[in-house]
């Protein structure tokens, strides 16, 4: 929108020529971000306590210290990040590329249904919330959605397209089935953060770091050069998702001031399911959906703890866990909450420098 007005006027005058530059459009939307987010932080957070009297429910079966500690804090303050993510795309993006809209479509669209979740849980006063069919339905919808947008504008070549990591020019046709495996990897990345939502500042900082690398990957694989010289798959237009990723980071970090330890806030599942879907979007569009699953490793270890909790509990009536997902299992061991925090965001660091290293390792 700023983006558009502000080039439209280069011609007049010549310093507004710096629009047309990417990164710098990159860094705006990323400030703009964090601006809007750090500033309506406050308001917002007063605002939802006012509204939610008893905050975020807590688990009854879960850590006895989240009772004691983290009674009364409010969720929902995805909203806080959704506001200031919107604000850098839409501002400093091209709005004409059907790959923001796409993105968007996900990560408002599973906002919502993050919204009516978190809203079931406090009008019901459980942690309970929607149902899992209903979740899974709408998301679903929503993905169907935001497949079709993403293989129409991709083009016959490449919209039916899986690109394998460390392998060459290697790309698989999937066809008609490639719908049915974004789906996969929307709801799959969405639902894995909302997994690892479960501590102060434990999601949004590993969501802020896998940003920052597809990012990367976004800008490389939208340049037909760095495209070609790195072996990768050149798309078309996706370089531009480096601003929608910049303004998660933005968004992020402003997040982020308020939900460090001891949160005034949590990002509820408005919050998680939108950044997962997110993720998912972009890995769909720059076609590094497995490499969404090395870069994001740490929401994968998460999911795959819950898979292996429940398995081994129906088929062998014992858990392998203490509790899961597994960061819970470290804090029934007696882990601080803090401790488990930054050794899985340096966790979230190395994997993110592994997805990277896919980029050239071909």
Known sequence: MLYQTLYSLSDQY??????????????????????????????????????????????????QSHIIQKQGTPTMGGFLILLGLSAGTLLWADLSNEYIWASLLVTTGFGVIGFLDDYAKIIRSSSAGLSGKVKLTLEAAISISAMLIIINKAGPDMGSMLALPFLKDTLIDLGWFMIPFGMFVLIGSSNSVNLTDGLDGLAIMPVIIASGTFALIAYLAGNMVFAEYLNISYVEGSGELAVFLASIIGAGLG??????????????DTGSLSLGGALGAVSVITKHEIVLAIVGGLFVLETVSVIVQVVSFKLTGKRVFRMAPIHHHYEKKGWAESTIVIRFWIIAVLLALIGLATLKLR
């Open 255 to 268: 997040f982020l001031w308020f939900n460090a330890p001891p949160a005034m806030i949590f990002m509820g």
């Open 14 to 63: 010549s310093f507004l020529n710096v629009f047309q530059y990417l990164t710098f459009r990159t860094g705006a939307s990323l400030f703009t971000a964090f601006i809007v987010s750090f500033m309506f932080g406050p308001m917002m957070i007063s605002w939802l306590k006012s509204k939610q009297k008893n905050g975020q429910p807590i688990r009854e079966d879960g850590p």
